[in-house]
């Protein structure tokens, strides 16, 4: 079992940075690959971006290549999602995962294990 708890969103202009943490508690960290994702009101949950067990490989939607880097400290049992030149379209509930066994196909149906998420807006 792995407990995910995501901290650092809030309400920000546009063009400005956020940088999300996700600190993990239970089974060893650096044994999951991590991911994180989005839910805007009315909409499905999407993926944003993941990262493999040793953070040696980064993954990313379309929509925030470039802008937005995901990272991890496994010393730290945390991952981290640096928010650049955000938008208003990024406004959105923000959601760690970890996955045992990635899927790499489909990131979000690979997850075992979330977050309750935290809330991003961003302002125009």
């Known amino acids: 079992q792995v407990q995910l708890v995501e901290s650092g969103g809030g309400l920000v202009q546009a063009g400005d940075s956020l940088r999300l943490s996700c600190a993990a508690s239970?089974?060893?960290?650096?044994?999951?690959?991590m991911g994180w994702f989005r839910q805007a009101p009315g909409k499905e949950r999407e993926f944003v971006a993941a990262?493999?067990?040793?953070?040696?490989?980064?993954y990313y939607a379309n929509s925030v290549k470039g802008r937005f880097t995901i990272s991890r400290d496994n010393a730290k049992n945390t991952g981290y999602l640096q928010m650049n030149s955000l938008k208003p379209e990024d406004t959105a509930v923000y959601y760690c995962?970890?996955?045992?066994?990635?899927?790499?196909?489909?990131?979000?149906?690979?997850?075992?294990?979330w977050g309750k998420g935290t809330l991003v807006t961003v302002s125009s």
């Open positions: 995962a970890a996955a045992e066994t990635p899927n790499y196909r489909n990131w979000i149906y690979g997850m075992d294990y």
């Open positions: 239970g089974r060893t960290f650096s044994s999951y690959a």
């Open positions: 990262i493999s067990r040793s953070g040696g490989s980064a």
